[in-house]
């Protein structure tokens, strides 16, 4: 299995990116994807899911900003980051084949990340 991130750049705070991960080595169709962000010294959080059926999910703190997206025919997840705060500054991971144990949700594979930097 292969992911990679693509996409991240050094932008001003107000501006855009979107960033894509292409997937490779398993059935793409078949998996719930999403996307991660750390920074130095801070959490992993989850910033946004899809499933199979398209349902999304966002964390607060890009929701109205973010819109996570997919193709299925090209193998390739998106994170569309709109109205992009300093906040946001972050590595963002693509994650694939996502699970939930102890309520707690998770994925089996991630790519390496790509940085994202947003300036004021």
């Known amino acids: 299995v292969q992911l990679v991130e693509s996409g991240g750049d050094s932008v001003q705070a107000g501006g855009s990116l979107k960033l894509s991960c292409v997937a490779s080595?398993?059935?793409?169709?078949?998996?719930?994807m999403g996307w991660y962000r750390q920074g130095p010294g801070k959490q992993r959080e989850l910033v946004s899911w899809?499933?199979?059926?398209?349902?999304?999910a966002y964390a607060d703190s890009v929701k109205g900003r973010f819109a996570i997206s997919r193709d299925n025919v090209k193998n390739t997840l998106f994170l569309q980051m709109n109205s992009l705060k300093t906040d946001d500054t972050d590595v963002y991971y693509c994650?694939?084949?996502?699970?939930?144990?102890?309520?707690?949700?998770?994925?089996?594979?991630w790519g390496p990340g790509t940085q994202v930097t947003v300036s004021s």
């Open positions: 899809i499933d199979t059926d398209g349902s999304t």
């Open positions: 994650a694939a084949c996502r699970y939930t144990e102890l309520d707690v949700i998770d994925f089996r594979y």
């Open positions: 080595g398993y059935n793409f169709s078949i998996c719930g």
